[in-house]
């Protein structure tokens, strides 16, 4: 098969064997996931590897102005850069470059194309490897939202460029997306250490030591239109609460809370800089910065969760985060997951997202945060449990 097909055949066989794996034999969360990022890494190395060779044919390399190979790398963000893709998940992408400069052109000098196109071309090329929907289906949805400024923003862009719009134009819920940022391909660049050159231009933006008061008013907006989001979903379509990602009290919820204390507070605490959900919990509440009962309590809720999210993601190989309505589908997530009943799995469901919840409601409810050691318009916060 060409590579397109095979990755597409690989992935419905990685997926036939998590369902087993996860719904008959009960692997663990972060087996599933790690599997799921594995997969989408591979495919994106492959995909990458592919489109490079046949373009340099027709273009030549890239060339930096010391007459060097420019890289591209590939970002993965959210769930991606996390190491906690779910089932059937979308990827969410940025493209950085290291410098700008033109192509080498093929055997004849013909061809050339400055980096940004040559790189724009990758995106295009990359994007149709593992996005397309072809008769074997697809590899991975990819969406490039999330790139500076957004979907009217060059597909691809230079890192001095990402570190002028970080400077300038980065807005308080960028912090969160790159706070799970990660590169995950080419491999040889991470091996090699070039990547370092990103970390050290995203670092200083996502993780700051100090915060105006401004921020938490943007930051309570995040918070409304989260719930505002979820509550327009279900208007009219009352089975669309029962969101477990999106609905008061989901996923989404358990991932704000952390990644908010993350990004406060990770300034002075080094060592919460870290990406998965699971991870960073443990260790705001190793900082003192989160009382136990409640981290191990928003641990349980995350891992239950994502378990029911990942099913109702088996049963249609569709992006949803809905529970189904009709009752076989419900009465077989509630078997997988060795509950007597539906009804069983729903209390469970409710105990979780209802204590969620208010903990969402008690970090970022509207209170004006903890201030010590206020000075000159600053701020450090604390979380208070």
Known sequence: HDIGSALRIIRALVLERLLCLDCDAGAALEDITRVMTDLAEFALNRALDEVLAKLDLVHGAPQTQQGKRAELWVVGMGKLG?????????????????????????????????????????????????????????????????????????????????????????REWERFAWLKSRVVAPYDSIVSGATEALRKVVMPFVFRRYLDYSVFDSLRLLHRQIRDHAAKRSAGRPERANDVKLSRGGIREIEFIVQLLQVVRAGQFPELRTRPTLSALARLEKAGLMPPKTAQALAQGYEFLRQVEHRIQYLDDKQTHVLPTQDTDLSWIATTLGFASVQHLLNQLDAHRELVAQEFDKLLGGAEPECKGCQGGKTQVTYVG
Do not use: M, W
């Open 82 to 170: 996390a190491r906690e893709l779910n089932v059937s998940s979308d990827i969410d992408l940025i493209y950085v470059y290291d410098e700008d400069g033109d192509t080498a052109g093929d055997a004849l000098g013909r061809g050339c194309l400055s980096n940004h196109e040559y790189f724009a071309k990758v995106v295009r090329a990359v994007y149709a490897l593992v996005g397309d929907s072809t008769e074997y289906g697809f590899v991975f949805r990819v969406d490039l939202a999330l790139r500076p400024n957004g979907n009217s923003g060059p597909v691809a862009l230079s890192l001095d460029a990402l570190e002028e719009y970080l400077h300038v134009q980065g």
